[in-house]
Protein backbone atom coordinates (compact mmCIF):
# COMPACT_ATOMS: atom_id res chain seq x y z
CA UNK A 1 0.00 0.00 0.00
CA UNK A 2 2.58 2.03 0.51
CA UNK A 3 4.28 1.39 -2.84
CA UNK A 4 1.20 2.51 -4.44
CA UNK A 5 1.03 5.76 -2.10
CA UNK A 6 4.25 6.72 -3.26
CA UNK A 7 3.67 10.00 -5.10
CA UNK A 8 0.57 10.27 -4.14
CA UNK A 9 1.01 11.36 -0.35
CA UNK A 10 3.85 9.76 0.84
CA UNK A 11 7.15 10.44 -0.74
CA UNK A 12 9.35 7.66 -0.43
CA UNK A 13 7.99 4.07 -0.05
CA UNK A 14 9.65 2.40 3.07
CA UNK A 15 12.56 -0.23 3.13
CA UNK A 16 13.75 -2.89 4.88
CA UNK A 17 17.29 -2.48 6.74
CA UNK A 18 18.94 -6.29 6.65
CA UNK A 19 21.45 -5.87 8.96
CA UNK A 20 19.36 -3.58 11.44
CA UNK A 21 16.54 -6.57 11.40
CA UNK A 22 18.82 -9.18 12.80
CA UNK A 23 19.39 -7.37 16.11
CA UNK A 24 15.47 -7.72 17.56
CA UNK A 25 14.78 -10.73 15.64
CA UNK A 26 17.92 -12.30 17.39
CA UNK A 27 16.46 -11.08 20.61
CA UNK A 28 13.22 -12.53 20.32
CA UNK A 29 14.75 -15.75 19.82
CA UNK A 30 17.82 -15.69 21.96
CA UNK A 31 15.09 -15.56 25.10
CA UNK A 32 12.88 -18.24 24.25
CA UNK A 33 14.46 -21.18 25.22
CA UNK A 34 15.63 -19.92 28.28
CA UNK A 35 11.75 -18.58 29.18
CA UNK A 36 9.91 -22.23 27.93
CA UNK A 37 12.92 -23.71 30.14
CA UNK A 38 11.59 -21.49 33.80
CA UNK A 39 7.61 -22.44 32.78
CA UNK A 40 9.23 -26.17 32.93
CA UNK A 41 11.24 -25.97 35.82
CA UNK A 42 8.39 -23.71 37.53
CA UNK A 43 5.69 -26.58 36.67
CA UNK A 44 8.25 -29.43 38.32
CA UNK A 45 9.57 -30.35 34.77
CA UNK A 46 13.28 -31.47 34.53
CA UNK A 47 14.51 -30.56 31.83
CA UNK A 48 18.11 -31.83 29.62
CA UNK A 49 19.40 -29.81 26.70
CA UNK A 50 21.13 -31.75 23.92
CA UNK A 51 20.82 -34.08 21.06
CA UNK A 52 18.50 -37.15 22.21
CA UNK A 53 19.09 -40.36 21.00
CA UNK A 54 17.06 -43.79 21.50
CA UNK A 55 20.02 -46.33 23.01
CA UNK A 56 16.71 -49.02 23.54
CA UNK A 57 12.99 -49.37 23.33
CA UNK A 58 12.77 -47.63 27.10
CA UNK A 59 15.64 -45.39 27.26
CA UNK A 60 17.54 -42.63 26.09
CA UNK A 61 21.37 -40.53 26.02
CA UNK A 62 21.07 -37.31 25.87
CA UNK A 63 24.81 -35.76 25.97
CA UNK A 64 26.34 -38.53 27.73
CA UNK A 65 23.24 -38.85 30.70
CA UNK A 66 21.00 -42.13 29.83
CA UNK A 67 17.49 -41.84 30.39
CA UNK A 68 14.80 -44.24 31.23
CA UNK A 69 11.20 -43.77 30.97
CA UNK A 70 8.13 -46.27 30.44
CA UNK A 71 6.55 -43.90 28.00
CA UNK A 72 8.44 -42.17 25.73
CA UNK A 73 6.38 -38.98 23.80
CA UNK A 74 8.42 -38.26 20.42
CA UNK A 75 7.40 -34.69 19.75
CA UNK A 76 10.75 -33.48 17.52
CA UNK A 77 9.07 -31.39 15.30
CA UNK A 78 10.21 -31.08 11.15
CA UNK A 79 13.33 -30.34 9.03
CA UNK A 80 13.96 -28.87 6.28
CA UNK A 81 13.77 -31.67 2.98
CA UNK A 82 17.73 -31.71 1.91
CA UNK A 83 17.67 -32.68 -2.27
CA UNK A 84 20.43 -35.29 -3.61
CA UNK A 85 20.78 -33.23 -6.87
CA UNK A 86 24.63 -32.82 -7.81
CA UNK A 87 26.07 -29.65 -5.90
CA UNK A 88 23.38 -29.30 -3.76
CA UNK A 89 25.86 -29.45 -0.80
CA UNK A 90 26.11 -25.58 -1.96
CA UNK A 91 22.62 -25.07 -1.11
CA UNK A 92 20.91 -23.93 2.22
CA UNK A 93 18.14 -24.19 3.90
CA UNK A 94 15.68 -21.52 5.60
CA UNK A 95 16.98 -21.53 8.89
CA UNK A 96 20.22 -20.49 6.96
CA UNK A 97 18.64 -17.82 5.88
CA UNK A 98 17.47 -16.26 8.98
CA UNK A 99 21.08 -16.15 10.36
CA UNK A 100 22.55 -14.48 7.13
CA UNK A 101 24.50 -10.97 8.68
CA UNK A 102 24.55 -9.38 5.35
CA UNK A 103 22.73 -10.39 2.32
CA UNK A 104 24.04 -11.39 -0.89
CA UNK A 105 23.23 -9.02 -4.11
CA UNK A 106 21.25 -12.37 -5.72
CA UNK A 107 19.23 -14.88 -4.22
CA UNK A 108 17.29 -17.89 -5.89
CA UNK A 109 14.75 -19.70 -3.64
CA UNK A 110 14.58 -23.67 -4.94
CA UNK A 111 10.14 -23.92 -3.66
CA UNK A 112 7.41 -22.08 -4.61
CA UNK A 113 5.83 -22.76 -1.25
CA UNK A 114 4.82 -19.78 1.73
CA UNK A 115 8.42 -20.15 2.96
CA UNK A 116 10.60 -19.17 0.19
CA UNK A 117 7.26 -16.78 -0.85
CA UNK A 118 7.67 -14.64 2.68
CA UNK A 119 11.50 -14.85 2.61
CA UNK A 120 11.34 -13.80 -1.00
CA UNK A 121 9.50 -10.82 -0.28
CA UNK A 122 12.03 -9.63 2.76
CA UNK A 123 14.39 -9.96 0.67
CA UNK A 124 13.60 -8.03 -2.08
CA UNK A 125 12.41 -5.73 0.18
CA UNK A 126 15.94 -5.12 1.48
CA UNK A 127 17.35 -4.70 -1.74
CA UNK A 128 18.13 -8.03 -3.00
CA UNK A 129 17.58 -9.50 -7.01
CA UNK A 130 15.55 -12.10 -5.97
CA UNK A 131 14.36 -15.62 -7.97
CA UNK A 132 11.80 -18.18 -7.04
CA UNK A 133 11.91 -21.40 -9.09
CA UNK A 134 8.98 -24.01 -8.67
CA UNK A 135 8.69 -27.48 -10.18
CA UNK A 136 4.83 -26.98 -11.15
CA UNK A 137 2.55 -24.50 -13.08
CA UNK A 138 0.97 -23.52 -9.22
CA UNK A 139 2.88 -22.41 -6.34
CA UNK A 140 1.35 -22.00 -3.12
CA UNK A 141 -0.83 -25.34 -3.95
CA UNK A 142 -2.17 -25.36 -0.47
CA UNK A 143 -4.03 -21.97 -1.00
CA UNK A 144 -6.88 -20.99 -2.83
CA UNK A 145 -5.87 -20.33 -6.61
CA UNK A 146 -7.57 -16.62 -6.92
CA UNK A 147 -5.55 -15.31 -3.95
CA UNK A 148 -2.44 -17.32 -5.10
CA UNK A 149 -2.46 -15.67 -8.85
CA UNK A 150 -3.03 -11.96 -7.19
CA UNK A 151 0.31 -12.84 -4.34
CA UNK A 152 2.09 -13.96 -7.91
CA UNK A 153 0.70 -10.95 -9.70
CA UNK A 154 1.93 -8.70 -6.75
CA UNK A 155 5.20 -10.63 -6.21
CA UNK A 156 6.13 -9.90 -10.21
CA UNK A 157 5.45 -6.39 -9.86
CA UNK A 158 7.63 -5.94 -6.94
CA UNK A 159 10.52 -7.25 -8.85
CA UNK A 160 10.82 -11.02 -7.82
CA UNK A 161 11.14 -13.00 -10.76
CA UNK A 162 8.79 -16.56 -10.50
CA UNK A 163 9.76 -19.24 -12.54
CA UNK A 164 7.21 -22.09 -12.96
CA UNK A 165 7.27 -25.69 -14.17
CA UNK A 166 11.20 -25.52 -13.25
CA UNK A 167 13.63 -27.66 -11.29
CA UNK A 168 17.22 -27.72 -10.24
CA UNK A 169 19.33 -30.34 -11.46
CA UNK A 170 22.98 -29.55 -10.68
CA UNK A 171 24.46 -26.58 -8.50
CA UNK A 172 27.94 -25.37 -9.69
CA UNK A 173 30.54 -23.44 -7.47
CA UNK A 174 32.18 -20.81 -9.48
CA UNK A 175 33.95 -17.77 -8.43
CA UNK A 176 31.96 -17.04 -4.91
CA UNK A 177 28.84 -17.38 -6.86
CA UNK A 178 26.68 -20.37 -8.18
CA UNK A 179 24.98 -20.87 -11.85
CA UNK A 180 21.76 -23.31 -10.91
CA UNK A 181 21.17 -25.47 -13.91
CA UNK A 182 17.04 -25.88 -14.35
CA UNK A 183 15.52 -29.04 -16.11
CA UNK A 184 14.66 -26.34 -18.97
CA UNK A 185 18.40 -26.18 -19.47
CA UNK A 186 18.41 -22.72 -18.63
CA UNK A 187 21.70 -21.46 -16.39
CA UNK A 188 20.78 -19.35 -12.91
CA UNK A 189 23.40 -17.41 -11.90
CA UNK A 190 23.17 -16.26 -8.21
CA UNK A 191 24.85 -15.76 -4.77
CA UNK A 192 23.14 -17.96 -2.64
CA UNK A 193 20.45 -21.24 -3.42
CA UNK A 194 17.76 -21.50 -0.45
CA UNK A 195 15.96 -24.68 -0.62
CA UNK A 196 12.46 -24.53 0.77
CA UNK A 197 10.57 -27.37 -0.73
CA UNK A 198 9.01 -28.88 1.89
CA UNK A 199 9.81 -29.82 5.81
CA UNK A 200 9.94 -33.72 6.90
CA UNK A 201 9.85 -35.11 10.62
CA UNK A 202 13.05 -34.89 12.55
CA UNK A 203 13.29 -38.67 13.39
CA UNK A 204 17.32 -38.44 14.41
CA UNK A 205 16.16 -39.56 17.66
CA UNK A 206 15.58 -42.67 16.11
CA UNK A 207 19.08 -43.13 14.28
CA UNK A 208 20.69 -46.65 14.70
CA UNK A 209 16.55 -48.12 15.46
CA UNK A 210 17.28 -49.28 18.75
CA UNK A 211 14.15 -47.69 20.32
CA UNK A 212 12.37 -50.20 18.10
CA UNK A 213 9.81 -47.64 16.71
CA UNK A 214 8.02 -48.20 13.27
CA UNK A 215 8.90 -45.52 10.90
CA UNK A 216 9.29 -44.27 7.29
CA UNK A 217 10.51 -40.72 5.82
CA UNK A 218 6.83 -39.05 6.32
CA UNK A 219 5.93 -40.01 10.12
CA UNK A 220 6.41 -42.37 12.69
CA UNK A 221 4.01 -44.44 14.60
Request: proline residues 5%.
Amino acid sequence: MAHHLQGIGLSEAPSTDWSALQEPKNAFLDGIPEGQKKEFQDSGIETFAGLATFTGPSSLEVNGKSLEAVNIVIATGAKPRKTDIPGSEHAHNSEYFLGIESLPKRILFVGGGYISSEFAHVAGQAGAEVTILHRSECPLKAFDRDIVKTIVEASKDSGIRIILEESPTRIESIDNQFRVHGSSSTVYETDLVIEATSRVPNLSALDGDLGEVEHSSGASK
